[in-house]
């Protein structure tokens, strides 16, 4: 059986997982929420956040990363090389841990400078704080190591096996918590439980990897060639992750220091409403990069040029259905959830924002079958630039227009990053050889 054979599902069925992976934490919190509210209580439920947010950020400084490791990984089970996979998942696992535990050791010497934001709250709130983010740096480095393995059941296309291990362990941490709470414990417990759950599941991935794949070893190693290739990659995929942490985090300061509390909250609920456009077609469509990653050196161009074709009327119709709610629909949904005096100040804004999150939602398709063509700088260079005309276009228009203006200043995100379309183009042309016509994928 080949590698390729042996990973290989079906795309729609990939997607779908992928979705539901996506989803699953904003449900799981949105159906907890309330309990987790009344029996925690508000400064003991936000030290949670806080906690766990320092521990995604820390995470995401190892994504860049996963995402070359899910294009050579393909790449070498596209072509059979079952010592290639090993060699990068070791690599990958050294890189990994070498970052784990920097990030996590700078965090634990910034415990007593991070308890110093939560000036107003208790000497007792600081200590649970502390305490919680102590756990936190173990945590990450769980999450670290575990990203290796998840990266390797996408490279593999079984987003089912992955799914089913981030859902899995999603819900048994927000179930731990409700229990937790329900018993009138705090936050240390919880995130003590959740750094269990975390470790069983690690556990569990490593030994299905292990066995699915037949691997030699899985001690980390940092193999030169391997580390050079993931590097290349994954220093501008980390790049282009950074920097959509910070600006997905950016224009909400701005716009608050630009228009004051009252408008960010509008302005906030918007996006994080209109967000969803964007993600669902990304985490539907991610199956992308794995897929032609491990083919592109198989398949025809011609095959590859129909597939793409399906896969962006796929993305247009997905992001057509996302959107059109919101943009049209958007004051009665405001007005039905939150009042008519919220659907009053925010609903313009929500439509246009809407919009902008359905124009960045069309370069999806482009996006995951130029990482698997390998042209992450252009990517990263042409993101960057985006954020930065969208943010100066909020700060020139919010001042003058509020939030319909910060919601106007959004829609130039999509349409610069849709020039990457122009590479993909070239990458995919037709040529004509003295053998004929012959469809060819012009050298990367």
């Known amino acids: 059986m080949t590698l390729l054979a042996r990973g290989s599902r079906a795309p729609i069925s990939n997607a779908a997982y992928g979705v539901v992976e996506y989803i699953s934490l904003p449900v799981l919190m949105l159906c907890s929420v309330s309990f987790l509210l009344r029996h925690l209580g508000v400064e003991q439920y936000a030290i949670w956040l806080l906690a766990s947010a320092a521990v995604t950020g820390g995470t995401l400084l190892s994504a860049g990363f996963g995402d070359a490791a899910v294009k050579y990984i393909s790449a070498c089970r596209g072509s059979n090389d079952e010592q290639g996979v090993e060699r990068i998942i070791r690599t990958l696992l050294g890189i990994n841990l070498s970052l784990g535990m920097v990030v996590a050791g700078s965090l634990w010497l910034l415990l007593p400078v991070m308890a110093t934001h939560l000036p107003h709250a208790s000497e007792a709130l600081r200590i649970s704080y502390r305490r919680a983010l102590a756990i936190g740096c173990a945590l990450l480095l769980v999450k670290a190591v575990e990203s290796v393995f998840l990266c390797t059941q996408r ?20 179930l731990s918590a409700v229990v937790i709470a329900a018993l009138g414990r705090g936050t240390v417990p919880i995130m003590v439980t959740t750094l269990i759950v975390s470790l069983i599941s690690l556990g569990l991935q490593m030994v299905t990897v292990w066995r699915r794949l037949a691997l030699r070893s899985l001690l980390p190693s940092w193999h030169r060639a391997s580390a050079k290739e993931l590097f290349s990659f994954g220093c501008f995929s980390w790049l282009q992750g950074l920097v959509g942490l910070l600006t997905g985090q950016a224009d909400r300061f701005l716009v608050g220091y630009l228009l004051g509390a009252q408008s960010l909250a509008y302005y906030s609920i918007c996006v994080q409403m209109a967000m969803p456009i964007h993600g669902i077609a990304g985490a539907g469509l991610q199956v992308l990069f794995p897929y032609f990653a491990a083919r592109l050196g198989v398949m025809s161009i011609a095959s590859v040029r129909r597939k793409y074709a399906a896969a962006f009327a796929a993305n247009v119709a997905l992001v057509v259905v996302l959107a059109a709610p919101l943009v049209f629909g958007g004051r009665t949904i405001l007005r039905l959830w939150l009042g008519e005096d919220f659907a009053v100040h925010a ?9 902008g999150f359905a124009l960045l939602g ?20 042409v993101n960057i630039a ?20 910060a919601a106007v200043g959004r829609l130039v995100y999509g349409p610069i990053t849709w020039i990457t379309y122009r590479s993909l183009h070239n990458a995919l042309r037709v040529t004509r050889s003295t053998a004929g016509e012959e469809l060819m994928l012009e050298a990367i």
């Not at 490279?155 to 927000?174: K, L, Q, S």
């Not at 482009?366 to 063509?373: P, R």
């Open 347 to 355: 609903s313009v804004a929500l439509s246009i924002t809407a919009c």
């Open 155 to 174: 490279a593999y296309e079984r987003y089912d096996i992955a799914a089913c291990f981030t859902v899995g362990t999603r819900f048994a941490t927000i």
């Open 362 to 381: 069309l370069n999806v398709t482009g996006y995951y079958v130029l990482m698997a063509l390998g042209r992450i700088k252009l990517l990263a260079l």
């Open 386 to 405: 985006a954020a930065v005309t969208m943010l100066v276009a909020i700060e020139i228009l919010a001042p003058r227009f509020g939030i319909v203006g």
